[in-house]
């Protein structure tokens, strides 16, 4: 069986942290808000590749919007937290990162009618020094978590973290698991690829060979994508050039790569892995450390 998994984080384009500093969210008269419109567009994509997925969703946007949640509830998709504010997790206290994942999940769960299984930290922004976070997220009833990129990079990244998900914070019968995001190995070195710009950028021939590399070593594959990612709509911010770059860059071709792929695997809801994942005595799938 493959493990490829379809996500999505449910945020504006301003909750991007590239634009921290510069675009004030409570500005809807100069930056309108496009989060219900972009993320009702990938549903209908979704439905017409019959494709299921996993919406990390932001409290504040679930706040917000509520019948959008219950919209993706409804096409049979799985609602999972993205946190409430989009802060990340290296500018918060633990006490703020619990206050932050406990009014999210409270504000999914009034709407869903259900338990929210699933966190992914804004900007993939748990790394080693905020480990601290998976006894938090277990604590408040979090089964697993996918928010390390095990890169280096100039905001967020894990690299000694491994490729394989491992369960954290485990005591006794408790644990929760993390389920890195999806690299390759080249060269000593992991190249990140799935999602947001590494999708936006790589030609699509060169992200499906990457994914049937992952999906043959029996590792779970993930894609990601935001909405505001197929806005060929989305504002134009004053920004520096290499910034301006990392944002913008392949917006007008994401939706049909977005396509491309979907048409290409068959790809799951992130709260089936827990369905598959192994028991307590084992740290990961077989083969997973000898592949």
């Known amino acids: 069986m493959d493990h490829l998994y379809l996500t999505v984080d449910v945020e504006d384009y301003h909750h991007a942290e590239i634009f921290s500093g510069v675009i004030d969210g409570t500005e809807p008269e100069r930056y309108p808000p496009h989060v219900e419109k972009n993320t009702m567009a990938l549903l209908r994509l979704f439905h017409e590749c019959d494709a299921r997925g996993t919406f990390f969703v932001l409290g504040s946007i679930a706040e917000k919007h509520p019948g959008l949640v219950r919209s993706i509830l409804e096409s049979g998709h799985e609602i999972a937290s993205h946190g409430f504010g989009h802060r990340m997790v290296t500018k918060m206290t633990p006490a703020e990162f619990r206050e932050d994942v406990r009014k999210s999940r409270r504000i999914l769960e009034d709407i869903a009618g259900k338990a929210i299984l699933g966190y992914r930290a804004p900007t993939f922004s748990i790394v080693r020094r905020t480990e601290w976070a998976y006894e938090i997220l277990r604590d408040e009833g979090f089964r697993y978590s996918s928010s390390v990129f095990p890169i280096r990079h100039d905001r967020y ?135």
Request: with cysteine; glycine share 10%; net charge positive.
């Open 157 to 291: 990244g894990w690299p000694e973290f491994g490729l394989v998900p491992r369960k954290m914070a485990a005591h006794e019968d408790r644990w929760i698991w993390e389920i890195p995001l999806s690299v390759e190995r080249i060269g000593g070195g992991n190249l990140p690829f799935g999602g947001g710009g590494y999708l936006r950028l790589y030609p699509i021939s060169l992200t499906k060979y990457f994914l049937r590399r992952l999906l043959q070593t029996g590792r779970p594959a993930i894609v990601y994508v935001h909405p505001w990612e197929i806005d060929l709509e989305h504002p134009r911010v004053a920004l520096p050039v290499l910034k301006r770059f990392r944002h913008y860059a392949g917006i007008s071709g994401m939706e049909e790569k977005v396509r491309n792929l979907l048409r290409s695997f068959r790809f799951e809801r992130m709260d089936t892995f827990l369905d598959c994942a192994p028991p307590a005595t084992q740290h990961g799938f077989p083969g997973w450390c000898c592949r």
